[in-house]
Nanobody, 118 residues
């Protein structure tokens, strides 16, 4: 079992910045991917950003709506992943969930609210 604990989030004005962090504990070896998804009321959970481990090193992928504004980083030794969010927009308002993939299983954090006011 892997446990994910998120921190960060909150309320910010449009154009501002926030940083989310997530730490994995428990049986956290062999996590192949860590990242962030978000979900707004009435909408599906969408990819924000993910870091995937490969033989070529870590590869970062971003959702189209956040490219150029958000940056994901991962510390494999500490099993943590962070998301630096800049130039936030009201449409970024959502609950953000940390995700980890270990073998074929997905693990999720409890979610943290990000609210961007106009």
């Amino acid at each position: 079992q892997v446990q994910l604990v998120e921190s960060g989030g909150g309320l910010v004005q449009a154009g501002g910045s926030l940083r989310l962090s997530c730490a994995a504990s428990g049986s956290a070896d062999s996590i192949t991917a860590m990242g962030w998804y978000r979900q707004s009321p009435g909408k599906q959970r969408d990819l924000v950003a993910v870091v995937i481990r490969s033989i070529r090193g870590d590869i970062a992928n971003y959702g189209d709506s956040v490219k150029g504004r958000f940056t994901i980083s991962r510390d494999n030794a500490k099993n943590t992943v962070s998301l630096q969010m800049s130039n936030l927009k009201p449409e970024d308002t959502a609950v953000y969930y940390c995700n980890a993939v270990q073998f074929t299983r997905d693990y999720w954090g409890q979610g943290t609210q990000v609210t961007v006011s106009p």
